[in-house]
T-cell receptor, first 112, second 114 residues
């Protein structure tokens, strides 16, 4: 059974510092991996999707890497801002169009 | 809006009541998923539809949970005889059957069972 772990569970940084969020999964036979952002009381906003054949994806200040063989993904957020404060979740899918298995999330606080 | 919508946004039920939660997926999205998110945890899969066919219901926690999507668009998640442990946020997501299969989530329904 696939298990997804996110460490740390919570992170607090001063504004301007780069954020590094980790995600690990036990079964490397994945189809894709998605990173999401969740604000309090809100749904999930998709940030980046990485196919299993890709090594990384970038969008603005966000960069996500994938090392499928070692079961790890890292989300980098450059030059953090207070508006980046949220919970970040990673999730993997075993097959095309399949359900997502989520990690527990990392709660991020960026202090002005 | 063009996103996934869910209603109601908040629902308070007394233990033993039945509830129905609605999901309107993005137009044209073939796949529809329901997830349950307990406080402080990541979402957990409940069930999956492709058009009107329920292809996977392995995550439904008990036979009190029932989902349907009769015309392949709107879906309803029904919980019968609600229990306190059913209190959670219920999230709906939809996706196309192509272009990476990215899932798009609605805002969720927060269910509180008293």
């Amino acid at each position: 059974k696939q298990e997804v772990t996110q460490i740390p569970a919570a992170l607090s940084v001063p504004e301007g510092e780069n954020l590094v969020l980790n995600c690990s999964f036990t079964d490397s036979a994945i189809y894709n991996l998605q990173w999401f952002r969740q604000d309090p009381g809100k749904g999930l906003t998709s940030l980046l999707l990485i196919q299993s054949s890709q090594r990384e994806q970038t969008s603005g200040r966000l960069n996500a890497s994938l090392d499928k063989s070692s079961g790890r993904s890292t989300l980098y957020i450059a030059a953090s801002q207070p508006g980046d404060s949220a919970t970040y979740l990673c999730a993997v899918s075993k097959a095309a169009g399949n359900k997502l298995t989520f990690g527990g999330g990392t709660r991020v606080l960026v202090k002005p | 809006g063009a996103g996934v919508s869910q209603s109601p946004r908040y629902k308070v039920a007394k233990r033993g009541q039945d509830v129905a939660l609605r999901c309107d997926p993005i137009s044209g999205h073939v796949s529809l998923f329901w997830y349950q998110q307990a406080l402080g945890q990541g979402p957990e899969f409940l069930t999956y539809f492709q058009n009107e066919a329920q292809l996977d219901k392995s995550g439904l926690p008990s036979d009190r949970f029932f989902a349907e999507r009769p015309e392949g668009s709107v879906s309803t998640l029904k919980i019968q005889r609600t229990q306190q442990e059913d209190s959670a946020v219920y999230l709906c997501a939809s996706s196309l059957l192509r272009t990476g299969y990215e899932q798009y989530f609605g805002p969720g329904t927060r269910l509180t069972v008293t």
